[in-house]
């Protein structure tokens, strides 16, 4: 069964899609800044054998608006647990990557008992200095996402993987230009006002922190952390940049399967 569906929330309109069977167990996937649901989909595959499976787009990303020029990261919070509240799901499994990470750390820290295994990855608890954010809120204020894109890919992807596999890069570099300017700039402004690091200590989840080698956006030192500060956490490190999802999509997945399935 197959669902895309949108619900209304404090001046939201989010944008959901529910694959796999009903009777499995629920897992919901948030996306990274300037990317939508479809960024899943290397992984959707081997998910949809096991899990439930709930993607959504991020407020100001891909069909879901933003109401306003900026929001916080309690915010996008808020957004998914509201979708939950919205489903009927009492609690779900979650993965988010990069801005998904912030909110699954943010969601594990103040509304634990709607979490169960947690995966965070390509992510960090803060991202500074806040004058980078302004700098790029300001880029695509005024040229549209087409003037951070060509950036933006070299950072997400390395130079190997963008020459091998130019079909991926094109749908991801789409995903990106679809989004709307304005949805970006208010995440971006998210994330510049974020700091989660002395929230880490209170997640108590069943914890898998997934990293990128050669990630320069959330490099594996701020995964590290993310490691350290949260007790019991698995920490792996793939041999990619930021959307290592889609850069080792074969070994994210099957990290990602087996930790959620416990084994």
Not at 65 to 83: E, K, Y
Not at 88 to 93: D, E, F, L, S, V
Not at 112 to 124: A, D, H, M, Q
Request: a negative charge.
């Amino acid at each position: 069964m197959t669902d895309e569906l949108f619900m209304e929330h404090a001046g939201v309109r989010l944008h959901y899609r529910i694959d796999g069977d009903e009777l499995a167990p629920w897992l919901m996937l948030s996306n990274s800044l300037g990317t939508n649901l479809a960024m899943w989909e290397p992984q959707m595959p081997g998910l949809l054998q096991h899990f439930r499976v709930l993607r959504y787009d991020t407020r100001g990303h891909g069909l879901s608006n933003a109401p306003s020029a900026s929001c916080s990261i309690a915010d996008l919070g808020r957004d998914a647990i509201a979708l939950l509240d919205h489903i009927g799901i009492t609690q779900t499994h979650f993965c988010g990557l990069s801005l998904g990470g912030m909110t699954g750390m943010w969601l594990a820290a103040n509304q634990s008992t709607r979490i169960g295994r947690l995966v965070l990855c390509n992510t960090s608890p803060l991202m500074a200095p806040p004058a980078n954010w302004d700098t790029r809120i300001a880029l695509v204020t005024k040229g549209g996402m087409a003037s951070i894109a060509g950036n933006v890919i070299d950072r997400w992807f390395t130079a190997d993987f963008q020459a091998r596999s130019p079909a991926s890069i094109a749908i991801v570099h789409q995903m990106l230009l679809e989004t709307p300017a304005a949805g970006y700039a208010a995440c971006c402004a998210a994330i510049r006002d974020m700091d989660q690091r002395a929230s880490l200590a209170s997640i108590s989840h069943p914890t898998l922190v997934i990293a990128g080698t050669r990630d320069i956006a959330t490099p594996p030192q701020d995964g590290k952390l993310i490691a350290e500060r949260v007790a019991g956490s698995t920490y792996i490190e793939l041999d990619a940049a930021h959307l290592s999802n889609w850069e080792q999509a074969a070994a994210f997945s099957a990290c990602l399967s087996d930790f959620l399935q416990g084994t």
